[in-house]
């Protein structure tokens, strides 16, 4: 199983990257929003985190094995969590990635079925079943930062344990995201859940 790949992108083809790696060159399926960001990228090394799947028909002994690839691992969980809605497929899932992956997420979690639908390749009954199914799972991804911005040394895990203490004890959702987004942006590193909840209550006694 090839989890990720390094290499320098020589060329984006339709839904595909192209990484030269050695004496070889792999393609690489991507999302539509991956396929912008690497745009910017070609002729530099690059670094995408991998699904690897093989497609066609068994039962007629014609599978071709394919990559998936992702900029971060957590878009890659997100990619797999989406894949394991029922109508969802490799191919409809990367087109529907057309937006970053913390706003698809916030879509979800608020339940907002007319912006879940406009996602490419997705209509109204889709978005349902998506909601229905991925909502609860979705305050990890609505408050990643991607990218280059990362603002605080911190795990999904811990962001998500963090996030469902605060509505537990009492948070509306909305206020627990906004308490979570001023205790990333000062750009600290939290190990645990114990330090991003200390920092959140800190920071609340100074404003």
Not at 101 to 110: D, F, H, M, P
Not at 192 to 201: G, K, N, R, T, V
Request: net charge neutral.
């Amino acid at each position: 199983m090839i989890t990720r790949i390094q290499g320098k992108l020589t060329r984006l083809e339709g839904e595909a990257a192209y990484l030269e790696c050695g004496d070889f060159e792999y393609e690489v399926l991507v999302p539509e929003y991956t396929r912008r960001y690497l745009q910017q990228q070609i002729d530099r090394t690059i670094r995408l985190f991998t699904i690897q799947y093989l497609e066609g028909q068994a039962n007629q002994g014609r599978l071709t094995p394919r990559l998936v690839g992702f900029s971060s691992e957590v878009e890659r969980e997100f990619f797999e969590l989406l894949c394991s809605v029922d109508g969802m497929g490799i191919k409809k899932a990367l087109r529907a990635m057309g937006r970053p992956v913390e706003e698809i997420a916030v879509s979800i979690e608020q339940q907002d079925v007319k912006a879940v639908s406009s996602l490419p390749g997705i209509g109204p009954a889709t978005a349902e079943r998506i909601i229905a199914k991925l909502r609860r799972r979705m305050p990890k991804f609505a408050l990643m930062v991607t990218r280059d911005e990362v603002v605080a040394e911190v795990t999904p895990d811990v962001v998500e344990e963090t996030f469902a203490f605060l509505v537990k004890i009492g948070h509306p959702e909305a206020e627990a995201r906004r308490l979570l987004n001023a205790a990333l942006a000062e750009k600290k590193s939290y190990p645990d859940f114990e330090s991003l909840i200390h920092a959140i209550y800190q920071k609340q006694k100074t404003t």
